[in-house]
Antibody, heavy 122, light 108 residues
Framework: EVQLVESGGGLVQPGQSLRLSCTVS????????MSWVRQAPGKGLEWVAF??????????EYAASVKGRFTISRDDSKRIAYLQMNSLKTEDTGVYYC?????????????WGQGTTVTVSS | SYELTQPPSMSVSPGQTARITCSGD??????AYWYQQKPGQAPVLVIY???ERPSGIPERFSGSSSGTTVTLTISGVQAEDEADYYC???????????FGGGTKLTVL
């Protein structure tokens, strides 16, 4: 079964750090690009970060709102994608989803995890 | 920064056709994708590459594109289609993804 399971969410104070993990099963993780997408309470979806497969250079991209504070990475041997979040702000609060991102061949984010909740509050 | 514009809400009666639009300057150059999200659930991809439907998505879901506007059409709307719908695409240089603000579809 194709599955993504996020973990690592929690309650932190502004300025602190958190690392999210996305554990993959059911497909060849090493061949796949991944994205993180978040959703603030009662709001819409916001793309956060993207990482290509190592075979395609492992290039990363970030939304302007998190560039310089968040880092996406991957460990293909463990089948895990990470999102390191530093200097957290209250506006980073929300549910964070991990997705398989088929940017090429343009078949979309076809697999999503159930999400992990991040709350940034003093 | 690049934006995709959707109507915030729409309502239809069961059996009618719902058409949800998404506008953006780069849509003539970049593919669009559509996601359905029900309360408390993760989004589900319903349309990719403007018009393609993933396996398992009912045939009543279709997509179209014309210039700077893409449209998600749900024919013969059913009560279970009540959800939030989001379009997604890339900026003109394909350097980042953008989601539309979402459209809340209510089935009367």
């Amino acid at each position: 079964e194709v599955q993504l399971v996020e973990s690592g969410g929690g309650l932190v104070q502004p300025g602190q750090s958190l690392r999210l993990s996305c554990t993959v099963s059911g497909f060849t993780f090493g061949d796949s690009a991944m994205s993180w997408v978040r959703q603030a309470p009662g709001k819409g979806l916001e793309w956060v970060a993207f990482i290509r497969s190592k075979a395609n250079g492992g290039k990363t991209e970030y939304a302007a709102s998190v560039k310089g504070r968040f880092t996406i990475s991957r460990d293909d041997s463990k089948r895990i994608a990470y999102l390191q979040m530093n200097s957290l702000k209250t506006e980073d609060t929300g549910v964070y989803y991990c997705t398989r991102d088929n940017y090429d061949p343009f078949t979309g984010m076809d697999v999503w995890g159930q999400g992990t909740t991040v709350t940034v509050s003093s | 920064s690049y934006e995709l514009t959707q109507p915030p809400s729409m309502s239809v009666s069961p059996g009618q056709t719902a058409r949800i639009t998404c506008s953006g300057d780069a849509l003539p150059k970049q593919y669009a994708y559509w996601y359905q999200q029900k309360p408390g659930q993760a989004p589900v991809l319903v349309i990719y590459k403007d018009t393609e439907r993933p396996s398992g998505i009912p045939e009543r879901f279709s997509g179209s594109s014309s210039g700077t506007t893409v449209t998600l059409t749900i024919s013969g709307v059913q009560a279970e289609d009540e959800a939030d719908y989001y379009c997604q695409s890339a900026d003109s240089r394909a350097t980042y993804w953008v989601f539309g603000g979402g459209t809340k579809l209510t089935v009367l």
